[in-house]
């Protein structure tokens, strides 16, 4: 399975991004999408996650503002991040979790996209 993120880039603080992080490869399903970021100095967070398509969950400090959403016909997952502040700047993952065709289950990390918001 491989993952291809893209749509970081350089935003004044209160402006607007949208990452996307498109999989593909041989796998059954894919059972929860999620982005992760992760700052200098810092561990990486958990920013959001969909899990089975339907079931959503946010970090606090982007609860309201970011977005989450996947396209189930393209494999892709989405995050709108709304009212972008300082201290989201960060790295940026997507991770897939998939059962693949023997039944197994593994997750697969995308390569980070970095997004900066200057204030």
């Known amino acids: 399975v491989q993952l291809q993120a893209s749509g970081g880039g350089l935003v004044q603080a209160g402006g607007s991004l949208r990452l996307s992080c498109a999989a593909s490869g041989s796998f059954f399903s894919i059972r929860a999408m999620s982005w992760y970021r992760q700052a200098p100095g810092k561990p990486r967070e958990l920013v959001a996650s969909?899990?089975?398509?339907?079931?959503?969950n946010y970090a606090d400090s982007v609860k309201g503002r970011f977005t989450i959403s996947r396209d189930d016909a393209k494999n892709t997952v989405y995050l709108q991040m709304n009212s972008l502040k300082p201290e989201d700047t960060a790295v940026y993952y997507c991770n897939v979790d998939v059962r693949r065709l023997g039944g197994t289950t593994r997750a697969f990390w995308g390569q980070g996209t970095q997004v900066t918001v200057s204030s």
């Open positions: 969909m899990i089975s398509g339907v079931r959503t």
